[in-house]
């Protein structure tokens, strides 16, 4: 069983739209939640970063996290065009892991079509 | 302004030549990371720099090394690289080794093997 498991998609939805992306993982221990947007051709950039269970709202994002079901989303409201790209969720902490190393799904591509 | 930046941005190598990537940081974080990202498919990390301390992941192949030789620079060499080694090689950088601490993620450079 991979430690992060990310839907790929592809994922198509209307302008406007509600987006609703999510990630399931295994290892318990992790502490800090983090999605990533990435375009096509480059490297990710951070989108939201939380930690531990909660909600974090940043404009049109929210990022939820439930460490008891061991499941996090990320919510985009009015969706755009531009936020067309590749979702990646990486979580990190505990366990003995790495010093910030991130554990990433392998990222779910979205498409806003206007 | 860029503050990880990888060159080159795409490069094309061919099969058993060895081939160097760079990375530089304008951040003067301690710890720069190396990951590879093949398509569709979750970055995986080769090795890390915490300072000058290198650290090599169980499942990092033997073909690929890592020279940091000051804060702002790291580089990864692939000494005989193969067809299963094109992909997306991402450098990453944070401050410290505290698990939440923020990667910036450079443009990464695609590699190809002919």
């Known amino acids: 069983q991979k430690e992060v498991e990310q839907d790929p998609g592809p994922l198509s939805v209307p302008e406007g739209a509600i987006v609703s992306l999510n990630c399931t993982y295994s290892?318990?221990?992790?502490?800090?939640f983090m999605w990533y947007r990435q375009y096509s051709r480059k490297g990710p950039e951070l989108l939201m970063y939380t930690y531990s269970s909660g909600n974090k709202e940043d404009g049109r994002f929210t990022a939820q996290v439930d460490k008891s079901s061991k499941y996090i989303s990320l919510f985009i409201r009015d969706s755009q065009p531009s936020d067309s790209a590749t979702y990646l969720c990486?979580?990190?902490?505990?366990?003995?892991?790495?010093?910030?190393?991130?554990?990433f799904g392998r990222g779910t591509q979205l498409t806003v079509w206007p | 302004d860029a503050m990880v930046i990888q060159n080159p941005r795409y490069q094309v190598t061919q099969f058993g030549k060895p081939v160097t990537l760079s990375c530089s940081q304008t951040?003067?974080?301690?710890?720069m990371y190396w990951y590879q990202q093949k398509s569709s498919q979750a970055p995986k990390l080769l090795f890390h720099?915490?300072?000058?301390?290198?650290?090599n992941e169980a499942d990092t192949p033997d073909n690929f090394q890592s020279r940091r030789p000051n804060t702002s620079f790291c580089f990864l060499d692939i000494r005989s690289p193969g067809l299963g080694d094109a992909a997306m090689y991402l450098c990453?950088?944070?401050?410290?080794?505290?698990?939440?601490?923020?990667?910036?993620f450079g443009q990464g450079t695609r590699l190809t093997v002919v």
């Open positions: 290892n318990s221990a992790f502490q800090y």
């Open positions: 951040l003067n974080h301690n710890v």
């Open positions: 990453a950088t944070s401050w410290g080794p505290a698990v939440n601490t923020e990667a910036f």
């Open positions: 720099y915490y300072d000058k301390d290198f650290n």
């Open positions: 990486a979580m990190s902490g505990g366990g003995g892991s790495t010093l910030g190393r991130l554990y």
